[in-house]
């Protein structure tokens, strides 16, 4: 899905229940923090909370189907809808065994608007 799309950044986790995975998004003079992790993993399916800009939500993701994936807009446009960047977090797998879920996240940033600071190392 995303692998011929124009992202400009990519980074892998490999998370356990809880685990908070945290990102520092700097752009144009502020400081924003991105968190997000998993609470439950049935039926194939996992809960996923996020928080933006203390602005919270919460998606059921299938890893390989349509809905795999949710994504958070960063900035508003500039000049057009197609320069607002955003990322977009992707549920890869599931690993029964280790009861860990592996996420990518993506940074779609056409203009070089944003930096993200991973605040969480893994």
Known sequence: MLDAAGW???KSFILKKDELV???VKSEGQERLLNFRWTLYTDKGLVVHESFDRIVGQHVLYAGYTNQSFRKVLLSAKRSHKD???VTVVFKKFD???ATAQMDLFL???ESRIVLDYLTKK
């Open 96 to 98: 029964e065994g280790n």
């Open 108 to 110: 779609f940033d056409k």
């Open 84 to 86: 607002v960047p955003y």
């Open 22 to 24: 945290k990102i520092l």
């Open 8 to 10: 400009r950044e990519s």
